[in-house]
């Protein structure tokens, strides 16, 4: 159900819910599970759990927003069965997802739902699979995800909330034990392989090391028991080693690689991964010469090299602020990922202007706290903020003591009890700071630290241009705005209605023009047009035919010369953008309607007695290819009470359907449409794009009717 997580650990529904969800990924034959489950606003999936891999493991898509290009977010939002059969399909279709699972596999997300959307299921196996799914195996998945939202839904109901683990928790694929004794881990490792050395669980930690294989690591075996092999041997301590690792385990494919055991001691590691953890061979190797003697540096001196876990964190991130588009998608971005992937419970980006600090975005602050922090002077002595971003230098803050000694008024203010104040710099020019706070006092490692500042860079290029971008719209969306009509005058005899939609992609903008032209006390003109593109260059292009229109129609010249004389000014101008255009004459005396179009999509026309049908206009080409085209001319009754509908193409055209299709969909559309308010019926004729449809096309819409006599 929307906004449904689980409950907390050792509850019995929590209990079913985890055997069948173990079960699922048993029967399913998968390597690896992980239950995503909506957050309370549902905006967001939350890792709930996770069998077959470590928890470390899905650091970076522990919280997914629902609205990513990731499979899990895909099969709730569209609700459908996502199923990714090979890599080289994940890079294709999910490129941001194969960055950070760089490994050979296939993988379905299916979507949980009972009464309401619960969430979604994804399952990995290893690429030795076929690379197609069986009608049997969707079906029960299918049903395995009714199973699990029946648990979730008895869960909630029982529970009388929705409140949820605040971690994802890992559920074994077995009888449930946490972890193996000595001896069971030993049967497991025997069983593996023909005879071995040490054997790792999932987590990476040792559970059993032969005498052999101590003697080749230089370490007994109780300093190596329970521990990672990257925490209790320094010389594995790389992150290049702990990727073979985690390779092993999310591939589920054997690995091998040589490691120097100082000082010169090179050993050859094979790893054989299976469900339950991982069997490693350790022999000497006698093939590589050693390396080349490097500066030597003391053990104080020498950086804590950040985990594997991290550094994918930090490539997630990363491949997630290159598609921002906005600041507000920037800001969205650090609070929704960011934000969880540190443990942080506020945020404040700010930016540097005019000497001040204004806050573009934040998170986990009262109003009163924001208006308090806004408009500091860079200088200023109040917080820490101006000084990071003069000098460049990130500041760390693990107690509010820590902060009162140079800074005694900034706890009392915020109420937080650490902070990290992150510069965000561009070749050496200040754009803004990223401040992560916290509603208690938070160490900051090395590693941590290390992964902060390297993040801060990534924000600062994505918030520079974000803020290019938010300059380049708000320029060209005043533009188009300036050159789209205030209004649509008055006229005796007609009732009208117009709206404009921009795209919900790209710079918003558009070509998309519409007007209406009184031509004395009896005749009007309406003209819709569309100008390829969607920048400045369209926008401006759409102001000078719009004007170039007026100013022929306003001389009383016939419909198919308006468009000629455009036509003739646009190949002249040679803008490289081609125009579509509809232009209707409306004699009211008459009771006539001349058109002519231009590459136009056809209107739709509705008479009194309900008969609907798009009116057939035959096309001259588009406006600016041909100085000497002709543009034919189509002449129609005007009878009291009839609809004209005049559109440009966003309104129908969409990917893998027939044109003649879509228009049919509208001409439906208009004949079974209220007309005693033509907002409303606009609204019907817009349907899911009047509200959160996704419209990769401006769309731009006139509506008239011929009420009475003029």
């Known amino acids: 159900m929307g906004g449904m997580t689980g409950t907390g650990d050792g509850a019995p529904d929590a209990d079913a819910l985890d055997a069948a969800f173990a079960e699922t990924v048993r029967r399913t034959g998968a390597s690896i599970g992980a239950l995503y489950l909506l957050a309370p606003d549902e905006r967001l999936l939350l890792l709930d759990l996770l069998c ?35 890599q080289e399909e994940m890079v294709r279709s999910y490129p941001r997802t194969a960055l950070v699972l760089p490994y050979p596999l296939a993988l379905v997300a299916a979507p949980v739902n009972g009464v309401r959307p ?19 195996e969707r079906g029960n998945i299918t049903s395995s995800c009714r199973r699990l939202a029946r648990l979730l839904e008895e869960t909630a109901e029982k529970a009388g909330s929705r409140a949820g683990r605040a971690q994802p928790r890992a559920v074994p694929v077995g009888t449930g034990h946490r972890s193996a004794s000595p001896e069971a881990a030993l049967s497991d490792f025997v069983e593996r392989l023909p005879g071995g050395s040490c054997a790792l669980d999932l987590e990476g930690r040792f559970t059993y090391v032969s005498s052999g294989a101590c003697a080749l690591l230089g370490r007994d ?37 040589t490691a120097c055991r100082p000082p010169g001691q090179w050993l050859d590691i094979h790893l054989y991964p299976d469900a339950s953890g991982i069997s490693a061979r350790v022999v000497p190797s006698g093939a590589h010469p050693p390396p080349s003697p490097a500066p030597r540096r003391s053990a104080r001196d020498a950086p804590t090299p950040a985990r594997a876990g991290q550094l994918y964190q930090l490539l997630h991130l990363a491949a997630a602020l290159t598609e921002v588009v906005g600041v507000q998608d920037v800001v969205d971005l650090v609070a929704d990922q960011i934000m969880p992937a540190f443990g942080a419970q506020g945020l404040v980006l700010s930016t540097a202007d005019a000497g001040r600090l204004r806050i573009t975005g934040h998170r986990g602050y009262p109003s009163h706290t924001i208006r308090r922090l806004d408009g500091l002077p860079l200088d200023t002595s109040f ?48 754009v803004g700071v990223c401040i992560l706070s916290y509603d208690s006092p938070h160490t900051f490692p090395a590693e941590e630290r290390a992964v902060m500042t390297s993040l801060a860079g990534l924000i600062a290029q994505a918030f520079d241009r974000a803020r290019l971008y938010d300059t380049k719209h708000a320029l060209a969306h005043g533009l188009q705005q300036a050159l789209l009509p205030r209004g649509l005058p008055p006229i005796t005899g007609l009732r009208v209605a117009a709206r404009y939609l921009p795209a919900t992609r790209g710079m918003e903008i558009g070509g998309d023009f519409y007007d209406l032209i009184r031509l004395g006390e009896t005749a009007a003109a309406a003209v819709i047009g569309d100008v390829q593109g969607h920048n400045v260059a369209a926008a401006a292009l759409m102001g000078q035919v719009r004007t170039a229109v007026h100013a022929h ?23 490289d953008l081609f125009t579509s255009c509809l232009y209707a004459h409306l004699d009211l005396a008459r009771r006539r309607v001349t058109l002519a179009a231009a590459g136009h999509p056809p209107p739709v026309l509705r008479l009194p007695d309900g008969e ?26 005007l009878t009291t009470g009839m609809l004209l509908v005049l559109y440009t193409d966003g309104l129908v055209e969409r990917p893998g359907t027939d044109l003649d299709e879509s228009i049919a969909h509208l001409t439906h559309r208009l004949a079974a449409a209220d007309d005693r308010d033509l907002d409303l019926l606009i609204d019907t004729l817009l349907g899911k794009a009047a509200t959160t449809g996704q419209r990769t096309d401006d769309i731009a819409l006139l509506v008239l009717q011929h009420a009475t006599h003029p």
């Open 52 to 86: 077959g891999a470590p928890v470390e493991f899905a650091a970076p898509w522990t919280k997914v927003p629902l609205a990513s290009p990731a499979p899990v977010a895909d099969a709730v939002r569209e609700d459908r069965l996502v199923w990714v059969g090979s």
């Open 118 to 136: 619960c969430g979604s299921l994804l399952l990995m196996w290893p690429a030795t699979r076929p690379p197609y799914m069986t009608q049997r």
């Open 221 to 257: 075996a109780g300093q190596l028991l329970g521990t990672q092999p990257w925490q209790s041997l320094r010389w594995l301590d790389d992150p290049s080693y702990e990727e073979r690792y985690r390779a092993a385990v999310i591939s589920r494919e054997p690995v091998s690689f």
């Open 383 to 430: 917080t820490p903020a101006g000084q990071a971003l003069g000098s460049g230098i990130p500041a760390f803050f693990a107690t509010p003591e820590e902060m009162r000694r140079n800074y005694p008024e900034a706890p009392l203010v915020s109420g937080k009890q650490a902070w990290a104040f992150l510069p965000l710099i561009i070749s050496g020019r200040p």
């Open 553 to 575: 129609a306003t001389l009383g010249t016939p419909p198919d010369q308006v468009l000629h004389r455009t036509n003739r000014l646009l190949t002249d101008l040679g803008p």
């Open 612 to 637: 609907t049908r798009p009116v057939v206009v035959p096309p001259g080409p588009l406006l600016g290819i041909d100085p000497d085209a002709v543009f034919p001319v189509t002449e129609i009754p």
